[in-house]
């Protein structure tokens, strides 16, 4: 088969031809007065929400916690401890004997 010439306004290649798409139009508007400049520049300030709350309580919770736990160990530390005591039979001794009987029920019951 015949390859045919491309005409002078077609391309060589046989990829499909991408539509150009027109410019767009910049629009250039008046500069901003100083006053609106100032209302840009600053970030605006984040209200106080329920999370604001739950952190304060957590915060008062968690210094009431230091205060108790700040009285506790001064007040430990007033006393001294004393020290353990402890009796342990000797050894090769008998545990003592379980009685016999039962003991007798109480009347009434």
């Known amino acids: ?3 045919r010439k491309p005409a002078d306004d077609e391309d060589d290649d046989d990829a499909p031809k991408k539509k150009k798409k027109p410019a767009r139009k910049v629009v250039v508007e008046d500069e901003p007065e100083d006053d609106d400049l100032e209302d840009y ?6 209200g106080e929400n329920a999370y604001t709350g ?7 919770g968690l210094a009431g916690a230091a205060v108790l736990l700040f009285l506790d160990f001064s007040e430990l530390s007033e006393k001294p401890i004393p020290a ?3 009796t342990l039979p000797a050894l090769g001794a008998t545990a003592p004997a379980a009685p016999a ?3 007798a029920p109480e009347p009434g019951n």
């Open 1 to 3: 088969m015949a390859r």
């Open 41 to 46: 520049s600053k970030p605006k300030k984040a």
């Open 54 to 60: 739950l952190l304060a309580i957590a915060f008062l």
């Open 84 to 86: 353990p005591t402890m």
């Open 101 to 103: 009987t039962p003991p």
